[in-house]
């Protein structure tokens, strides 16, 4: 089992920047793949960023040169700084990690006021 735990969601102005972190617990895989994934109200879940363990990255084209994801394997946490924040970006965000098996956080939500 794996426990994913996010923090850093909150308020913010359009414009605006936030960080989020997730911190996984449990028995961790060192070959993993973490990221990020967002769901607006109504809608389903979608990408948003993604990272190896290996560090290499994707991401949604609608967060390119606005979002940063990263990570620190020896503290099994995943960040993801937001940068330039649209209204379009209000949303639950969630952590999720996986080796032999996926796993996701609670969620964490981000809104953006215009």
């Known amino acids: 089992q794996v426990q994913l735990v996010e923090s850093g969601g909150g308020l913010v102005q359009a414009g605006g920047s936030l960080r989020l972190s997730c911190v996984a617990s449990?028995?961790?895989?060192?070959?993993?793949?973490m990221g990020w994934y967002r769901q607006h109200p109504g809608k389903q879940r979608e990408l948003v960023a993604t990272i190896t363990s290996g560090g290499f990255t994707n991401y949604v084209d609608s967060v390119k040169g606005r979002f940063t994801i990263s990570r620190d394997n020896a503290k099994n946490t995943v960040y993801l700084q937001m940068n330039s924040l649209k209204p379009e970006d209000t949303a639950v965000y969630y952590c999720y990690y996986n080796a032999h098996s996926a796993y996701w956080g609670q969620g964490t939500q981000v809104t953006v006021s215009s």
């Open positions: 449990g028995s961790i895989f060192s070959t993993n793949f």
